[in-house]
T-cell receptor, first 115, second 112 residues
Framework: DTGVSQDPRHKITKRGQNVTFRCDPI?????LYWYRQTLGQGPEFLTY????????KSRLLSDRFSAERPKGSFSTLEIQRTEQGDSAMYLC?????????????FGSGTQLSVL | QKEVEQNSGPLSVPEGAIASLNCTYS??????FFWYRQYSGKSPELIMS????GDKEDGRFTAQLNKASQYVSLLIRDSQPSDSATYLC????????????FGAGTQVVVTP
């Protein structure tokens, strides 16, 4: 499978615990994005990388969230001290270009449930 | 006011008919426009992109863009039960190509 891969598919955790998600983009793609989607809403931008550089973070992203892409390949998203409001689908997407015709391809997502 | 607005539906369409989905956006700086299809419990799948005013056709799908009216639409011809899904409209801004703003989606139900 040469698409965007995310792991795990589902994560159930207790409030206050830390969780980490992984995303493997399409191999030749240099841009990687994290989005969050809650039920009945469209995906919401969180942050993105071009190669290993994190270029932008949403103002909505609390300090409890951190993302890395250490070698410009896979990325991790960590949430510290999880809260019930963090329950959502976390989507990773990748793309090749930084131009107007840039198209994002999404992974299957990680569904997080915080109890 | 939301930046990207869609009717939430559900939009019920008989099999074989045309489904018409609408989307309006607030930022006149929006440059590129996308339609994603999302089945329940799955991730969004890109089905159409449009960048200039007018119509763009791809198989049974036609996207229409009117930048003056800040309006983009999607037509699905010969609707099939497999088209039953939520359709998400997304736009981006100049120099923020991959930072998409999504609408909440329109649920389409195709009835046999």
């Amino acid at each position: 499978d040469t698409g965007v891969s995310q792991d795990p598919r589902h994560k159930i955790t207790k409030r206050g615990q830390n969780v980490t998600f992984r995303c493997d983009p399409i191999s030749e793609h240099n841009r990687l994005y994290w989005y969050r989607q809650t039920l009945g809403q469209g995906p919401e931008f969180l942050t993105y990388f071009q190669n290993e550089a994190q270029l932008e973070k949403s103002r909505l992203l609390s300090d409890r969230f951190s993302a890395e892409r250490p070698k410009g390949s896979f990325s991790t998203l960590e949430i510290q001290r999880t809260e019930q409001g963090d329950s959502a689908m976390y989507l990773c997407a990748s793309s090749l270009t930084g131009q107007s015709n840039e198209k994002l391809f999404f992974g299957s997502g990680t569904q997080l449930s915080v109890l | 006011q939301k930046e990207v607005e869609q009717n939430s539906g559900p939009l019920s369409v008989p099999e074989g008919a045309i489904a018409s989905l609408n989307c309006t956006y607030s930022d006149r700086g929006s440059q590129s426009f996308f339609w994603y299809r999302q089945y329940s419990g799955k991730s969004p799948e890109l089905i159409m992109s449009i960048y200039s005013n007018g119509d763009k056709e791809d198989g049974r799908f036609t996207a229409q863009l009117n930048k003056a009216s800040q309006y983009v639409s999607l037509l699905i011809r010969d609707s099939q039960p497999s088209d039953s899904a939520t359709y998400l409209c997304a736009v981006n801004l100049l120099d923020s190509w991959g930072k998409l703003q999504f609408g909440a989606g329109t649920q389409v139900v195709v009835t046999p």
